[in-house]
């Protein structure tokens, strides 16, 4: 069975503090695409960045870096130095290429100033 | 280049209504899928559309259909509308389907 959890449902911070958003997934399969979504109180969910299960790379984008580790099937999602704008919940999906993709139930992150 | 759009935003029903939404993919675009989101249920896959043909398809009633037209709009019905049909209904689309999907603001659907 394919599943994606996010254990922490919700997680508060101070400003400028990091977080560790977790993500574990479930499947059999070899080939397979994970995602982190951002979806703000508009409800838009904002695409953040997409692996593939042959790309174990770890990836820095400005205060975002993501942990992809194979061997504990987990896609952790790190925000350094967050801000207020962070706020929103973030979902972690995965694919397996039959055109659906199976969503985390999410994790509400508020940044208090 | 434009992102997904969604028509309408909002919508109001009552029980037993049918409900029409309408999404526009991101020009180029030939995928559309759909996905309910609940405060219950998450968000939980309805449909894929590739070339006016559905190629997946959630567990969901019979109730929910959808079709996607040649210029690759999809829309979505949702037929005897029931109290548990109040959601957030967002379309996303992409290339072909596996690739990156990219969500529009959803349509907010309140049945009363």
Request: aromatic content about 14%; proline content about 3%.
């Amino acid at each position: 069975a394919q599943k994606v959890t996010q254990a922490q449902t919700e997680i508060s911070v101070v400003e400028k503090e990091d977080v560790t958003l977790d993500c574990v997934y479930e499947t059999r399969d070899t080939t397979y695409y994970l995602f982190w979504y951002k979806q703000p109180p508009s409800g838009e969910l904002v695409f953040l960045i997409r692996r593939n299960s042959f790309d174990e790379q770890n990836e820095i984008s400005g205060r975002y870096s993501w942990n992809f580790q194979k061997s504990t099937s987990s896609f952790n999602f790190t925000i350094t130095a967050s801000q207020v704008v962070d706020s929103a919940v973030y979902f972690c999906a995965l694919s397996l290429g039959t055109y659906k993709y199976i969503f985390g139930t999410g994790t509400r992150l508020k940044v208090l100033a | 280049k434009a992102g997904v759009t969604q028509t309408p935003r909002y919508l109001i029903k009552t029980r037993g209504q049918q409900v029409t939404l309408s999404c526009s993919p991101i020009s180029g675009h030939r995928s559309v899928s759909w996905y309910q989101q609940t405060p219950g249920q998450g968000l939980q896959f309805l449909f894929e559309y590739f070339s006016e043909t559905q190629r997946n398809k959630g567990n969901f009633p019979g109730r929910f259909s959808g079709r996607q037209f040649s210029n690759s709009r999809s829309e979505m019905n949702v037929s005897t509308l029931e109290l548990g049909d109040s959601a957030l209904y967002l379309c996303a689309s992409s290339l072909a389907g596996v690739e990156t999907q990219y969500f529009g603001p959803g349509t907010r659907l309140l049945v009363l």
